[in-house]
């Protein structure tokens, strides 16, 4: 069975970094490009970046740009996102998903970030 | 970026009986490669997002035939036939035709 299982939400002041992790199994993880989504109740969901199968091209969110950096060890079967320079509005759950052709077919339970003082 | 509208916000239905949400985008949602990359997401209460239908109409893997995708171009619509308790959630399109992939502020389906 597909699984992704995010870790590394937590608590952190403005101006602080944290970086989450997503641990996928059940499918071979270098032949899929990967993507973060956050949710949050202002924002709804959006998507923050995303990455190619061997980690050379990478997309991000114009409000992330230059503070998060999403990455990949296909060794480790694991994705993540260093987040620099938190913000309030970057309070939210993060979801790792898996692309397929253009969708998000499977999703992790989600990693609560919450940025305050 | 295309927005995606989504109408109701809202939807309160009775148990067995069907329930319909549109969703409109502000460009037209067709591909250079010919498909439609829009999509269905299902969020049960304390639960991640799910895929239901992607490319319009195509059910995910383990989706009961209930769930129906109808559309082209703009718009788009996913239909339960007969709503039962465990269909209650928030819904959302999303498209993955433009970069960056875009997702509509959701519908609420809940039981009367």
């Known amino acids: 069975d597909v699984q992704l299982v995010e870790s590394g939400g937590a608590l952190v002041q403005p101006g602080g970094s944290l970086r989450v992790s997503c641990a996928v199994s059940?499918?071979?993880?270098?032949?899929?490009?990967m993507t973060w989504v956050r949710q949050s109740p202002g924002r709804g969901l959006e998507r923050v970046a995303t990455i190619n199968g061997d980690g050379s091209q990478k997309y991000y969110v114009d409000s992330v740009k230059g503070r998060f950096t999403i990455s990949r060890d296909n060794a480790k079967n694991s994705l993540y996102l260093q987040m620099n320079s938190l913000r309030a509005e970057d309070s939210a759950v993060y979801y790792c998903a898996r692309n397929v052709r253009r969708d998000l077919d499977y999703w992790g339970q989600g990693t609560l970030v919450t940025v305050s003082s | 970026d295309v927005v995606m509208t989504q109408t109701p916000l809202s939807s309160p239905v009775t148990l067995g009986q069907p329930a319909s949400i549109s969703c409109r985008s502000s460009?037209?949602?067709?591909?250079?490669?010919?498909?439609?990359?829009l999509s269905w997401l299902q969020q049960r209460p304390g639960q991640p997002p799910r895929l239901l239908i992607y490319?319009?109409?195509n059910r995910f893997s383990g989706v009961p035939d209930r769930f129906s995708g109808s559309g082209a171009g703009t718009d788009f619509t996913l239909t339960i036939s007969r709503v039962e308790a465990e269909d209650v959630g928030v819904y959302y399109c999303t498209q993955g035709t433009h970069s960056p992939r875009t997702f509509g502020q959701g519908t609420k389906v809940e039981i009367k």
């Open positions: 490319e319009i109409s």
């Open positions: 059940g499918f071979t993880f270098s032949d899929y490009w």
């Open positions: 460009q037209s949602l067709v591909h250079s490669d010919g498909n439609t990359y």
